[in-house]
């Protein structure tokens, strides 16, 4: 019962643990860090049988050791350097470790929890539009009686743009388009049309541009009927956007040209550091979390902010990097071939926000592990069929089937 107990719990932390850890815990840990953590301990305590992913294991002890090795080095700031280590990396490895290696029971039991919290994010998003522009009113998606940090958190509504439970619109569509691709994939398009309508109204470009590319790139392979219907579902979800507010729709497409990506801080930031490193923080980077002050060391201003991949060079070197992308190319290999647009996902969100290490980045790749092949141990041939919760699995393929 205690086992059962703590899978259930283990399962909703897991798909509410980005909306969690945007709270306060217990310095250097935020609360849904703090939670799984006990879960974890919790798990060794009582099962004492567990698996765990050493990819991600190994891949995070490297990469702590050069965040050690360039925090001593350099001497930017000591005690950024052991927060960052301690309160992100290392607790973000131990995570990772013990929690995304999901078991083949387990993928179809997280992934209903994910996908409900989901679209009831989705529902509160539309509520949250349409009651600031037809009556002015502001509904934040805040919990009320936790404490967060930052001041610029679930502040964005204030002028128009939903966050939903979430603290910016970007952090909304992280959340809601794996599972927006996944209910496409397997032919749910009515609550896939429900998730499409959220990512566009969230006014985020990140999400307009994956609402309407996955579905395009999915129904190249398609026959000619699915595309149109789904075109067709599209071009009807972007007209309602405009029809609903026609100024935001022009503001929020204007966010696409040129100009606007370039300037743009969540993609080019902290491009211009790279003139001031010297061989050694080329190969191993200043440490996670040190652009701002390293560049004041340099008589500039820079914000302490890149997209994914540029702030892993930053943080790491060109080291790190190699590290990380050996680890992602790990992760697009053991994916489930009816999934790799998931892939697609996670490079673009890389590559347009700064998820190094957080509660976002966690989210993504345990979806990555719900969609990957099972594993060679556990792929062998049975006629087993999880019809009571409509997941089958085909053990020649080793692929599930979310519904």
């Given at each position: 019962m205690k086992k059962f107990f703590l899978d259930d719990f283990k399962?909703?932390?897991l798909a509410i643990f980005p909306i969690l850890n945007i709270y306060d815990g217990i310095n250097p840990f935020n609360l849904g860090t703090i939670l799984l953590i006990l879960v974890v301990l919790l798990e060794i305590t009582i099962k004492k049988?567990?698996?765990?992913?050493?990819?991600?294991?190994?891949?995070?002890?490297?990469?702590?050791?050069?965040?050690?090795?360039?925090?001593?080095?350099?001497?930017?700031?000591?005690?950024?350097?052991?927060n960052n280590t301690i309160g992100g990396m290392i607790s973000f490895g131990v995570l990772g470790t013990f929690l995304l290696n999901v078991d083949k029971k387990s993928k179809l039991k997280i992934f209903q929890y994910i996908k409900i919290?989901?679209?009831?994010?989705?529902?509160?998003?539309?509520?949250?539009?349409?009651?600031?522009?037809?009556?002015?009113?502001?509904?934040?998606?805040?919990?009320?009686?936790?404490n967060y940090s930052e001041e610029g958190y679930f502040k964005s509504i204030e002028w128009g743009r939903p966050t939903s439970f979430f603290v910016e619109p970007a952090h909304y569509v992280?959340?809601?388009?794996?599972?927006?691709l996944i209910l496409i994939v397997n032919k749910k398009?009515?609550?896939?049309?429900?998730?499409?309508?959220?990512?566009?109204?969230?006014?985020?470009s990140t999400g307009i541009f994956l609402a309407i590319i996955l579905p395009g790139v999915l129904f190249l392979k398609k026959n000619l009927k699915n595309k149109i219907k789904f075109i067709i579902l599209i071009v009807a979800s972007v007209y309602l956007f405009y029809?609903?507010?026609?100024?935001?729709?022009?503001?929020?497409?204007?966010?696409?040209?040129?100009?606007?990506?370039?300037?743009?801080?969540?993609i080019s930031g902290g491009v211009e550091i790279f003139k001031y490193l010297d061989f050694s923080k080329l190969l191993f980077g200043i440490g996670l979390n040190q652009?701002?002050?390293?560049?004041?060391?340099?008589?500039?201003?820079?914000?302490?902010?890149?997209?994914?991949?540029?702030?892993?060079?930053i943080s790491f070197g060109i080291t790190g990097i190699l590290i990380w992308n050996i680890y992602l190319y790990n992760l697009y290999r053991n994916l489930s071939k009816k999934y790799k647009l998931i892939f697609l996902i996670l490079i673009f969100i890389q590559l347009s926000d700064q998820i190094i290490f957080n509660q976002n980045l966690f989210y993504l790749l345990l979806i990555i592990s719900i969609c990957s092949k099972i594993s060679k141990g556990e792929s062998k041939r049975s006629e087993r069929k999880f019809n009571n919760n409509k997941c089958q699995y085909d053990f020649k393929f080793r692929e599930c089937n979310f519904n």
């Amino acid at each position: 019962m205690k086992k059962f107990f703590l899978d259930d719990f283990k399962y909703l932390l897991l798909a509410i643990f980005p909306i969690l850890n945007i709270y306060d815990g217990i310095n250097p840990f935020n609360l849904g860090t703090i939670l799984l953590i006990l879960v974890v301990l919790l798990e060794i305590t009582i099962k004492k049988n567990f698996q765990i992913n050493l990819k991600i294991g190994v891949t995070m002890f490297l990469l702590i050791m050069i965040n050690i090795y360039t925090g001593i080095i350099s001497n930017i700031n000591i005690e950024r350097t052991i927060n960052n280590t301690i309160g992100g990396m290392i607790s973000f490895g131990v995570l990772g470790t013990f929690l995304l290696n999901v078991d083949k029971k387990s993928k179809l039991k997280i992934f209903q929890y994910i996908k409900i919290v989901s679209l009831i994010s989705t529902v509160y998003i539309f509520l949250q539009f349409l009651f600031f522009k037809m009556n002015g009113v502001i509904l934040k998606g805040n919990i009320v009686f936790l404490n967060y940090s930052e001041e610029g958190y679930f502040k964005s509504i204030e002028w128009g743009r939903p966050t939903s439970f979430f603290v910016e619109p970007a952090h909304y569509v992280i959340y809601t388009a794996p599972i927006y691709l996944i209910l496409i994939v397997n032919k749910k398009f009515f609550l896939a049309s429900i998730l499409g309508l959220g990512l566009i109204i969230s006014t985020s470009s990140t999400g307009i541009f994956l609402a309407i590319i996955l579905p395009g790139v999915l129904f190249l392979k398609k026959n000619l009927k699915n595309k149109i219907k789904f075109i067709i579902l599209i071009v009807a979800s972007v007209y309602l956007f405009y029809l609903i507010d026609s100024h935001l729709f022009f503001k929020t497409f204007k966010k696409f040209q040129f100009n606007m990506l370039k300037d743009n801080i969540r993609i080019s930031g902290g491009v211009e550091i790279f003139k001031y490193l010297d061989f050694s923080k080329l190969l191993f980077g200043i440490g996670l979390n040190q652009l701002s002050d390293f560049a004041k060391q340099k008589g500039v201003l820079i914000s302490n902010y890149s997209n994914t991949f540029l702030y892993t060079v930053i943080s790491f070197g060109i080291t790190g990097i190699l590290i990380w992308n050996i680890y992602l190319y790990n992760l697009y290999r053991n994916l489930s071939k009816k999934y790799k647009l998931i892939f697609l996902i996670l490079i673009f969100i890389q590559l347009s926000d700064q998820i190094i290490f957080n509660q976002n980045l966690f989210y993504l790749l345990l979806i990555i592990s719900i969609c990957s092949k099972i594993s060679k141990g556990e792929s062998k041939r049975s006629e087993r069929k999880f019809n009571n919760n409509k997941c089958q699995y085909d053990f020649k393929f080793r692929e599930c089937n979310f519904n």
